[in-house]
């Protein structure tokens, strides 16, 4: 997975969401995600010095689809200016606490996340 | 076929395949903004200038809500005082109404005199003298003067202290309902000391509602509160061992009743802590329940130990019984100069109506003054051993093997009555109630109601709604309804008409007790739908302490506030009340005429079926409070921590569940900025 950013730009945020592929629960999961704490990390993928450090993440509930739906959340990042200092590119992971039954994930499994910042030109005016 | 195993099997002996199915993963979601970005990227908390979706916001830090009095115990107790406070919401719901719709040629200000019958029993006004009724007073328009007047109503929710009041009118100074003036970090702020904030946001049968009575989809209470935790280094000499020293007890040190006495969470060991009531306004005394007995605080009258009511810090619904509705109290000792009294005449209604006196005395169409409070009051508390819940009335229906047939199957019958609902979470956030040593502590709390269904329109009344326990008189039928057989109308409000008292205006659909009543008959068509719309009021409770859920009902069955089972004119006031930080008087201070139906008020002794509210619901919290809000929508989780996210550096708030993974405990967690 790419994700893509200018360098000193706080946006897009890092966005994830649950891969729902029908094997799994999703319910059970966003449920436990309303009790949870979510941090992120994030690597330098040449030198493997790591750039943010268990940085507190959160949750963000998605625009219901219907009134009588389920509460579904993303599980986001929202860049601060040191992080985004460098260009490069990054490996990044989250860790979930879930705190109804004390147990931890440590997100994405199957394909790493990565990070790519990239130069820009322009400054802000501040 | 031989028997097969591993050794003889000729196919492929050992196959694996991974199972997806036992662990979640996550993937890169869109940069597309369909997500709630208030919870991002909003630096005030959620929908703070949106009255459709928070209409009652009140901080008593902001001149806009309180004018920050400054009191003290001696002020509070005074007999004289006749001050009370008062507070008002910054916000308001776009949809209130607090003045006539109908063409109205009256100032702009439209009094409801009939307040004098009930105003007083919470102290809101005095009882009046001879021909001088005191009246609320309603007005899209307040002057400044009339902002914080305690009988000026407008579309912001206004809330006022409680006042007990005994015969004569006077300050009942045998409880104390003080509040004190306090500053620290967060601002100005109040403690309270037994007294506590009420207020109405609708009138039955008046041009005045200023919240909707059931939002669509729930609604959401949110406050901060200042809590005195115990703590491991607080000694008594009551204790033996191995609680001496109180590790592992949880409270408040003057804690929610006022009385020093609490349970031991793990043993069930109660533990007396015989200092910190010297908090309370009036010092407790010894008596034959034992020493620092604080008998002056309205959870203790009558006094039991240990108090199963205190620790209300928010209350919804009825705040009284119908004190004129029934026999049997003292109202039956003054009958024959009672009898013959009515409410105020005059040109009192809108559309210029001149609307008729009703009797004032047992006029309640209900079998007893219970069924008023039957789930029309819930209050939500924070317990002695710092547990944190509801308690309702809920309204009770089932079958009973009687031998008779009925609506049941054969050999049973369908019976009525009414439970004390309640429940409540395990001790919250250890770290706050067990690392303490009586400091002050903010809390933020947060309780979500969220039905199962969102409902529109019609069917807010309709599917589970108080229109399933109206019963139309069959001969005013025609006014509200539509005839089989296809009859002329006019059907319903009828403005124009020449004669609007026989069609009234809207805000009076239907008519109690004239045209319509609530119909409590246990095998009647009405009851029997409210039990069957079951299903339309069902949801899930939340609660949630400095932004983490601590406890959480499913199944549980909305309170839906409606109005007595009498005319408008005797309940003024009386229902669709909100408390903060104390459930309801019920009748405890009412007031009524001894000699004239508006002389010589005497203090009102209720019936044994008049004293539901009170003895459930009559307790207070014991601490500071800075803020409430009002929210005519369910939070969701994100939202409530983004709430605390935005008051955490002014309440020095902690996450309970961050400390609780930290080395040590925690003190400063690093939390989302």
Same mark, same amino acid.
């Given at each position: 997975m790419e994700f893509f950013i200018r360098e000193d730009?706080?946006?897009p945020i890092l966005k994830m969401q649950l891969?729902?592929?029908?094997?799994?629960d999703f319910r059970n999961f966003h449920e436990k995600l309303a009790n949870s704490s979510i941090y992120f990390s994030m690597k330098d993928?040449?030198?493997?010095?790591?750039?943010?450090?268990?940085q507190s993440g959160g949750i963000v509930s998605k625009?219901?689809?219907?009134?009588n739906s389920n509460i579904e959340y993303y599980i986001y990042y929202k860049w601060k200016k040191r992080d985004v200092k460098k260009s490069g590119r990054f490996e990044g992971q989250f860790i979930i606490y879930f705190?109804?039954?004390?147990t931890e994930l440590i997100a994405p499994i199957r394909e790493n996340l990565y990070i790519n910042i990239s130069e820009s030109f322009v400054k802000s005016p501040c | 076929m031989g028997t097969q195993n591993l050794n003889n099997y000729?196919?492929?002996?050992l196959d694996v395949k991974l199972n997806y199915s036992s662990y979640y993963d996550i993937f890169l979601a869109s940069?597309?903004?369909?997500?709630?970005?208030q919870v991002v990227?909003?630096?005030?908390?959620?929908?703070?200038?949106?009255g459709d979706s928070l209409p009652v916001w009140v901080d008593l830090a902001s001149t806009d809500c309180c004018q920050q009095p400054t009191t003290n115990c001696t002020a509070q107790t005074a007999s004289s005082l006749t001050h009370e406070f008062v507070i008002i919401s910054k916000n308001y719901w776009?949809?209130?109404?607090?003045?006539?719709?109908?063409?109205?040629?009256?100032?702009?200000t439209f009094s409801?005199?009939?307040?004098?019958?009930?105003?007083s029993d919470n102290g809101n006004i005095p009882p009046p003298f001879p021909n001088l009724p005191y009246c609320y007073n309603i007005t899209n328009t307040p002057s400044t003067l009339q902002?914080?007047?305690?009988?000026v109503f407008f579309k912001k929710l206004k809330l006022h202290q409680i006042r007990p009041l005994t015969t004569g009118g006077?300050?009942?100074? #045998?409880?104390d309902t003080s509040i004190i003036n306090s500053f620290d970090g967060s601002g100005y702020y109040q403690e309270l000391r037994g007294g506590f904030y009420q207020g109405f946001y609708k009138l039955y049968?008046?041009?005045?509602?200023?919240?909707?009575?059931?939002?669509n989809r729930g609604w959401s209470f949110e406050t901060y509160l200042k809590i005195n935790s115990v703590g491991s280094t607080l000694y008594s000499l009551d204790d033996s061992p191995p609680y001496n020293g109180q590790q592992g007890v949880y409270g408040n040190c003057y804690n929610t009743g006022g009385y020093n006495k609490f349970i031991n969470? #793990?043993?069930g060991v109660v533990i007396n802590i015989?200092?910190?009531?010297?908090?309370?306004c009036m010092e407790p005394g010894s008596n034959s329940l034992g020493?620092?007995?604080?008998?002056?605080?309205?959870?203790?009258?009558?006094?039991?130990?240990?108090?199963?009511?205190?620790?209300?810090f928010f209350y919804k619904g009825?705040?009284?019984?119908?004190?004129?509705?029934?026999?049997?109290?003292n109202v039956d000792t003054y009958y024959p100069n009672l009898s013959a009294c009515t409410s105020l005449s005059g040109v009192?209604?809108?559309?210029n109506t001149e609307e008729l006196p009703v009797k004032l005395?047992?006029?309640?169409? #209900?079998?007893?003054?219970?069924y008023d409070v039957y789930s029309n009051a819930v209050g939500f508390r924070l317990t002695d051993d710092m547990r944190i819940g509801y308690r309702t009335l809920r309204y009770t229906g089932h079958c009973e093997t009687t031998g008779h047939t009925d609506f049941?199957?054969?050999g049973k019958t369908f019976v009525c009555g009414y439970m004390v609902e309640e429940s409540y979470s395990d001790p919250i956030c250890p770290f706050i109630t067990q690392s303490g040593n009586c400091n002050d502590t903010w809390i933020q709390v947060d309780v979500v109601f969220k039905r199962n269904l969102e409902l529109e329109d019609c069917e807010i009344f309709?599917?589970?709604?108080i229109n399933d326990l109206i019963k139309v008189r069959t001969d005013k039928f025609q006014r509200y309804g539509t005839h089989k057989d296809g009859g002329i109308g006019p059907f319903?409000?009828?403005?124009?008409?020449?004669?609007?008292e026989v069609n009234p205006c809207n &805000?009076?659909?239907?008519?109690?007790?004239? &045209?319509?009543y609530f119909d409590?008959?246990?095998?009647g068509a009405q009851v029997q739908k409210w039990f069957t719309d079951n299903e339309y009021r069902l949801g899930t409770l939340t609660f949630y302490v400095n932004g983490r859920r601590v406890h959480q009902v499913e199944n549980y069955e909305e309170i839906i506030p409606r109005q007595l089972n009498t005319n408008k004119q005797t309940q003024v006031?009386?229902?669709y009340n909100m408390s903060w930080g104390g459930g309801a008087l019920g009748l405890s201070s009412a007031l009524i005429p001894s000699?004239?139906?508006?002389?010589?008020w005497v203090k009102f002794t209720p019936n044994s079926d008049q004293t539901l509210i009170k003895d459930n619901f009559g307790g207070t919290f014991m601490g500071g409070i800075s803020q409430m809000m009002y929210y005519i929508k369910p939070l969701t989780p994100d939202e409530i921590y983004h709430n605390f996210l935005i008051n955490k550096s002014r309440y020095a708030l902690i996450d309970c569940e961050e400390c609780k993974n930290c080395d040590g405990g925690c003190v400063d967690c690093d939390l989302l900025n």
């Open positions: 730009s706080t946006e891969v729902q592929d029908g094997r799994n993928t040449t030198t493997g010095i790591p750039k943010v450090i268990n625009t219901p689809t219907s009134p705190h109804d039954d004390n | 000729y196919h492929n002996r940069d597309e903004k369909d997500f709630n970005q990227y909003s630096t005030s908390i959620i929908d703070a200038t949106s776009p949809k209130a109404k607090s003045h006539c719709e109908c063409p109205y040629t009256g100032s702009s409801i005199c009939d307040a004098s019958w009930t105003g902002t914080f007047s305690p009988n006077i300050l009942d100074t #045998s409880i049968g008046y041009p005045y509602e200023i919240l909707p009575t059931r939002p969470w #793990s043993g015989m200092s910190s009531a010297t908090t309370l020493i620092n007995v604080p008998q002056n605080l309205l959870n203790y009258n009558p006094p039991t130990l240990p108090t199963t009511k205190g620790g209300f009825v705040r009284a019984e119908d004190k004129w509705g029934f026999s049997g109290s009192s209604g809108c559309c005395i047992r006029q309640n169409q #209900s079998p007893n003054a219970q049941c199957n054969t309709n599917n589970g709604g319903g409000c009828n403005r124009a008409s020449i004669t609007p &805000d009076q659909y239907p008519r109690f007790i004239e &045209d319509a409590f008959n246990c095998r006031g009386v229902a000699t004239g139906c508006n002389e010589d």
